[in-house]
Every structure is written in C-alpha cells, then in structure tokens.
C-alpha cells in the first residue's frame, strides 16, 4: 500500500507536471526547428512570439468571457486560439517583411539574423508589456480538475489523491493533435514536401521550380501556430506573465538542440528529455521517501538534488552536455 501511495504521489508532482511541460517545450522547439531548418537561423524572438500568441488569446478570452461566451467546461481559451494564431502570422509576416527579408537578400551570416533577431525579441516585448503590463493573468475557467484528489482517495482507498487539472489534459490532446497535423502537413502535402526539399537543398530546389518565398510565407505561418498553441496552453497550465516567456527561451532553445536542432523528432524529444530533468532534479522527494521507508520514519531534510530556482540551470547543463558530447543531438539535426 505505501509502494502505492509513492508511486501515486511520484505521478501527481512529477509524471504529470513533467508531460504537461513536456509537450507545451516539445511545440515551442518544433518552431525554433521549422525556422532554423528552412531560414537558417536560429530565432531568438520566439519566446517572445509565444508570449504575444498567448497575450492574444488571454485578450479574446476576456472578451468571450465578458460577453458570456464560454465552453461550458472546458476553457474558453480554446475558442480563442485561432484568433491568437492569425494575430501572431499577421505580426511574423510583417517582421519577416520588414526586417529579415532584406537579410535573406543580401544573403547574411546566419549569426548576424541571429543579433537582428535579439532586437527583434526586445521590440515584441516592449509591445506585449504595453499592452498588457507585466502581471499574471488567470485565464482558464471551465472545470478546474479532471481528476480529483479526494475523490482518488475515495476510490482508491489510498491516502494519496491524484489530482490532474483540466489545462494538463487538454495540453496533451492538443499537443498531439498539433504534432499529428504538423507531420500530416510535412509528409503528405505538396507543400510539406516543397519545404523539406527548400530546407534540404535550397538550390536544388530553386532549379526544381519551388517558389522560395512562399516556403518562407509558410513556414512563417505554421511557426505561427506553433508558437501560439505552446504559450496558450503554458499559460493556461500555469499563468501568463510576459517575462516568463523570455525565461522560456532557454529551456525551448535546449530542447531543440538537445533533440537535434533542425529535426522536428528530436524537438519533441528533447522536449520531454529536458522537461523530465527539470521537474525530477528539483523535485523534493520527501513524501515519497516517506512512504517508502519505515513506518513512523520521515527524512529530516527535503530530499531535494536542486532548488526550484536553479530549474532553468538544469536545462543549460544539459544543453551544454550534449554540445560537448554529441553536438548533433540525439537526432541528427538540420533537417525535416
């Protein structure tokens, strides 16, 4: 019974936050991915481009609410989703316009569309804080649990309840439901293939007639979605604050690259390879312990390998790891 009540409690604080956030890293990647496969470069304003998706849909869903607009039990966010989506295209076609566009031209170092792209970054922050300021923002309504403790323990006879909310559910079936279409998209539409053949071989392709701005448009659009979809539903999980968008960067980058940076497998896999490492080391394990040791018997300290504050640092060691060690990733990158 306590093996139980160990393994229940190890889901509730790790398995489950765990696969939530690994899906929502898992679409943030597959846009830094799309981008760096197609564009060359690697897109520093993307954690930012989440944040503006997401700063769209929370706007919508205040609207929906307020005109008594809902979804019954599930989040009103979701009816607001494609509103966020086609805000966000709008803003990345006209920065792809306004800025990168003449640097493709002139054929720039991939390092100087990464500097632009920091500038770029700052610009998307300054406009998503001056309309909506810096403080959190509770959008999700609806039923709050899917599953409730107590009633886990009810039907279990457990002394640990089980407690997974709504926002981790409706992550998951829309990550997979996102992920399943993007590589629909990608391997059986005409213009998936055009795209892979762009990101493969840009000349080749250019003498195979495949029109080089509208892989670029497309590709603009679906990074669009993707970003989107993950700051929606990281805000929806949690809560939406501009500047945990740009802290997400790092943990979004190392997915990509700790997956194989280029290759859309290797984004969600790192995805969940780094959001697994981040909750597990700083998961304090005294509760589990607890139950797995003698009855009356309690660890005195937390049983905790790292802090909460050093959650980010995991990401970066890891990432650092695999540059050192295989810097390919665990996927061969910079392709789709």
Do not use: C
């Amino acid at each position: 019974m306590d093996f139980l009540n160990a393994l229940v409690a190890f889901t509730n604080f790790v398995i489950v936050p765990a696969t939530t956030y690994g899906a929502q890293l898992a679409l943030g990647a597959l846009g830094v991915t799309l981008i760096y496969a197609v564009l060359r470069f690697s897109n520093f304003a993307h954690g930012e481009t989440m944040s503006f998706g997401a700063m769209v849909v929370v706007l919508v869903t205040a609207l929906f609410q307020s005109r008594g607009i809902t979804l019954g039990p599930l989040p009103t966010a979701l009816l607001a989703l494609p509103f966020g989506i086609a805000a966000t295209a709008l803003l990345l076609l006209f920065t792809d316009r306004a800025v990168y566009r003449f640097y493709r031209r002139v054929k720039a170092a991939p390092v100087l569309l990464v500097i632009v792209s920091t500038g770029v970054m700052f610009m998307m922050n300054g406009i998503v804080r001056m309309i909506v300021g810096v403080d959190d923002r509770r959008f999700a309504d609806g039923e709050r649990f899917l599953v409730n403790a107590r009633d886990f323990r009810a039907w279990s006879g457990l002394d640990e309840g089980l407690a997974i909310r709504t926002t981790q559910a409706i992550t998951l079936v829309v990550a997979l439901i996102t992920v399943a279409l993007l590589f629909w998209f990608l391997n059986r539409t005409r213009t998936g293939k055009s795209m892979r053949a762009y990101s493969d071989n840009e000349d080749l392709a250019l003498l195979s007639g495949i029109n080089p701005e509208r892989v670029v448009t497309i590709t603009w659009l679906l990074v669009a979605a993707l970003a989107t979809i993950a700051g929606a539903l990281y805000g929806l999980d949690k809560s939406f604050r501009p500047f945990v968008f740009q802290q997400l960067l790092l943990p979004v980058f190392a997915a990509a690259i700790v997956g194989g940076i280029g290759n859309p497998l290797g984004a969600i896999a790192g995805g969940f390879v780094i959001a697994f490492s981040e909750v597990t080391l700083t998961y304090a394990f005294k509760k589990v312990i607890t139950y797995l040791g003698p009855e009356g018997w309690s660890p005195d300290g937390l049983v905790q390998l790292l802090s909460t504050d050093y959650k980010f640092a995991v990401s970066f060691a890891i990432l650092i790891i695999v540059l050192l060690f295989k810097p390919t990733g665990l996927f061969k990158g910079q392709s789709i």
